[in-house]
Nanobody, 121 residues
Framework: QVQLVESGGGLVQAGGSLRLSCAAS????????MGWFRQAPGREREFVAG???????TSYVDSVKGRFTISRDNSNNTYLQMNSLKPQDTAVYYC???????????????WGQGTQVTVSS
């Protein structure tokens, strides 16, 4: 049973920063690509950033490029560093995992419970 637990959300003023963390309870963490998604009220869940199992490949939605950075370590953690936050970044952020190391192809099959990020203007 895979468990993904997010932390690090909160309230921040526009222009500020937050760092989200996701802890995965799984062996051979490097075999799985990870991603961050978000869902704002009344909107569909959207992909924010992804990273391959090796960490060598990353992908971002255009709206966060240059502001957000996804990373991972060898202790089963995935991070989303969010800088220059905007009110439109307000959403519940979810950590997710693929059952493959490659970032391309496949689907995100495992999900965390989400963490709220609120950016005030």
């Amino acid at each position: 049973q895979v468990q993904l637990v997010e932390s690090g959300g909160g309230l921040v003023q526009a222009g500020g920063s937050l760092r989200l963390s996701c802890a995965a309870s799984i062996r051979t963490f490097g075999n799985y690509a990870m991603g961050w998604f978000r869902q704002a009220p009344g909107r569909e869940r959207e992909f924010v950033a992804g990273i391959s199992g090796s960490g060598s490949s990353t992908s971002y939605v255009d709206s966060v490029k240059g502001r957000f950075t996804i990373s991972r370590d060898n202790s089963n953690n995935t991070y989303l560093q969010m800088n220059s936050l905007k009110p439109q970044d307000t959403a519940v952020y979810y950590c997710s995992m693929k059952r493959r190391a490659l970032l391309a192809g496949g689907t995100f099959d495992y999900w965390g419970q989400g963490t709220q990020v609120t950016v005030s203007s």
